[in-house]
């Protein structure tokens, strides 16, 4: 599967595809059990793809790169989640759940432009430092590996934000 991916980047770029395609698939969608199925994709790999980014991808370039930029990064990935665990816990006959999933589709949208920008962005940083991407998408790949056999086997917990509390002071 390593060869699949020439490197950590380009693992994530495909990841940000298959939503993307999940996504079009969801609006073409009709029927609720439809739905809920591609919903469900969808948020299975949006929770694997944020935690092997904020597991692995990320803190290789803590320091590396604009702190700035990951910050956002993490922030942007709170906002997905508590969305993602909205979608996960309702059903599409719901009020507001086609509404979430579109808006967690514009959030990713977003999130993908600010990683993928061809000069300025996450990814264009990431390329200039001196980190060895080949062996973190090796790591991520085991990562992911072990996220979808858990998945398989008894699901995967609800998305957990990781900056933003959601708490009330």
Same mark, same amino acid.
């Given at each position: 599967?390593?060869?699949?991916?020439? !490197? /950590?980047? /380009?693992?994530? +770029?495909?990841?940000?595809?298959? #939503?993307?395609?999940?996504? %079009?698939?969801?609006?073409? =969608?009709?029927?609720?059990?439809?739905? *809920?199925?591609? =919903?469900?994709?969808?948020? #299975? %790999?949006? &929770?694997?793809?944020?935690?092997?980014?904020?597991?692995?991808?990320?803190?290789?370039? *803590?320091? +590396?790169?604009?702190?700035?930029?990951?910050?956002?990064?993490?922030?942007?990935?709170?906002?997905? &989640?508590?969305?993602? @665990?909205?979608?996960?816990?309702?059903?599409? !006959?719901?009020?507001?759940?086609?509404? &979430?999933?579109?808006?967690?589709?514009?959030?990713?949208?977003?999130? #993908?432009?600010?990683?993928?920008?061809?000069?300025?962005? $996450?990814?264009?940083?990431?390329? &200039?430092?001196?980190?060895?991407?080949?062996?973190?998408?090796? *790591? $991520?790949?085991?990562?992911?590996?072990?996220?979808? /056999?858990? %998945?398989?086997?008894?699901?995967?917990?609800?998305? +957990?934000?990781? #900056?933003? @509390?959601?708490?009330?002071?």
């Amino acid at each position: 599967m390593a060869d699949q991916f020439t !490197d /950590a980047i /380009a693992l994530l +770029k495909a990841d940000h595809r298959t #939503v993307e395609d999940l996504f %079009e698939k969801f609006e073409k =969608a009709r029927g609720n059990e439809r739905k *809920r199925e591609i =919903a469900h994709q969808v948020c #299975v %790999e949006l &929770k694997i793809h944020t935690i092997i980014e904020e597991e692995i991808f990320y803190p290789a370039f *803590r320091g +590396k790169i604009e702190d700035d930029t990951l910050d956002e990064a993490y922030v942007e990935h709170d906002g997905a &989640k508590v969305l993602i @665990n909205d979608i996960e816990a309702s059903t599409p !006959d719901a009020d507001f759940y086609d509404a &979430k999933v579109t808006v967690l589709s514009e959030e990713i949208k977003h999130h #993908v432009h600010e990683e993928e920008a061809q000069s300025e962005g $996450m990814f264009a940083q990431c390329r &200039k430092t001196d980190v060895d991407l080949v062996a973190l998408r090796d *790591r $991520m790949l085991v990562r992911k590996q072990e996220l979808l /056999a858990q %998945e398989k086997s008894d699901g995967l917990p609800p998305a +957990k934000p990781a #900056v933003v @509390n959601l708490q009330p002071a």
